[in-house]
């Protein structure tokens, strides 16, 4: 069993979400972000949308300000969300493919599509002292292409895995992706779509040190509050040997 902590971030998007409902001034992404890390939370995560639609500006601002312990910002590959990264100074940036009409994130980045941009993006982040991950599927062609760039860390889409988690193949491709990433000296991440039920597999996988989760924590939240949810999660990683 992996000794190793794993770390877990939380996606505090649809806190925000919540309060865009109503374009009210509650409930608050970053109060939310407080009282994660007073539950545990060795990072926050938030994704700073092209159309804006739950995460503002202004709380990334206040994220980049206050968060104790590690800001991990989720943004498209483009002009205008590398400046705000360079100004902010996250720890690190993940990239995440974006498209207008979906409901969440829902593929890994085409690492293969603008090679360039992508590498141009990863060595402007660096030169700010910002570390830089890849949000891909778990495919053997997107984890070799992700070193070839220079990103520091993948983080594995767990989407498959998700929708289909007694599919043997949903798990051995995160396994294999992860295995080959570690080799090639990326730091390895996992999320999406991952709930108490279905963590304790991908949790176990030894090459993950990092998880982001939020929709489930969030949604549990609700009826126990973020304290207990962030507990919860938690137990379901270290009853994986977390
Ligand atoms: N990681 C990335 C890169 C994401 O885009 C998201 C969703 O915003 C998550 C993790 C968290 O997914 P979920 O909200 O389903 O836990």
């Known amino acids: 069993m992996p000794a190793t902590h794993q770390r877990l971030y939380i996606n505090i998007d649809h806190v925000a979400t919540l309060r865009q409902a109503r374009r009210a001034d509650e409930p ?17 995560t938030a994704h700073l949308r092209e159309d804006r639609r739950h995460i503002q500006d202004d709380d990334v601002r206040r994220l980049a300000a206050t968060v104790r312990t590690v800001l991990n910002l989720e943004m498209a590959l ?9 100004s902010l100074q996250p720890y690190q940036v993940t990239f995440v493919p974006e498209r207008r009409e979906e409901i969440t994130t829902e593929g890994g980045l085409d690492v293969a599509r603008d090679p360039r941009a992508l590498r141009d993006g ?12 890849l ?3 778990p495919d053997t062609d997107a984890v070799a292409r992700s070193r070839e760039v220079g990103a520091d860390a993948v983080e594995l ?9 007694h599919e043997a ?16 000296g990326l730091a390895v991440h996992a999320g999406h779509g991952l709930t108490v ?10 090459e993950i040190e990092e998880l982001n ?30």
């Open 135 to 137: 949000f891909i599927a």
């Open 28 to 44: 608050d992404p970053v109060a939310a972000a407080q009282e994660c890390e007073r539950a545990g939370a060795d990072g926050i």
């Open 122 to 133: 990863i060595e402007r982040l660096k030169r700010a002292g910002i570390r830089s991950s």
């Open 197 to 206: 039920r279905n963590v304790g597999p991908v949790a176990a996988v030894p």
């Open 213 to 242: 989760i939020g929709h489930s924590i969030v949604s549990r939240a609700v009826f126990v509050g973020l304290e207990k949810a962030v507990h919860e999660m938690r137990e379901a990683m270290r009853a994986a040997g977390r």
């Open 78 to 86: 483009t002009e205008e969300m590398l400046g705000i990264a360079v």
């Open 157 to 165: 889409h767990t989407g498959r895995y998700a929708h289909a988690p």
């Open 169 to 184: 193949r949903t798990i051995d491709a995160l396994r294999n992706a992860a295995r080959q990433a570690a080799t090639a």
